[in-house]
């Protein structure tokens, strides 16, 4: 396999409605809440894990065009699980990549690389000046038969108007559909039109990709749909 290219995307997440990235419970703060956000360990400075911009992206790609281009996908996204076909031609595998044990040497390495989005230097200023500080949502259950809401868990979310820096990297082979790339810009949109993080379907993780950039050139993410 040729490498031909490893094309660069850059631009700005800015957070619409309040972001919740969790951090799991191995980094619990003593005395803190027990929903916080994920956030650097040596600067607190919050961030947006690579992992979680790919893993929603392939999710989306997945349930949606995938899923109608490849059978061999739907069988995976039906039984809830990301594909692992590992088929030259699967998009899916092609982009995203599929674990070692299934990869055959015909799919190359894996083509998209995710880096974690950190604050931008406006923000992290901010940050800095103690003048960011993380929202803090109360989320209730109501009690069915009293009508009261019970056990306020309280969530860490980052607050809206926040931005961060993006960064993609896509890696061309020889003998690659020319419109492959096409599909990471159209998981962008699909982010968009849907959430990043944990408690989206109350309201959480609307977020818009501004002053995106493929090596230079302004790419127009409204253009993609479904
Ligand atoms: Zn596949």
Redesign the pocket.
Known sequence: MQLEMIKQITGTITVLTGLHIGAGKDSLEIGGLDQPVIKHPLTSEPYIPGSSIKGKMRSLLEISRFSSLRP??RQYVVKGKP?????PG?P??TIFG?SAAEKGPELGPTRLIVRDASLTTKWREKFKENELTMEIKYENTIDRVRGVADHPRPLERVPAGVEFDFHLSFKVFHGDPADLIEDVFRGLRLIELDALGGNSSRGCGQVRFDNLRCDGESVDLSQYTL
Do not use: L, R
């Open positions: 061999e996908t594909c692992a076909c590992a088929q699967c899916a595998c599929t």
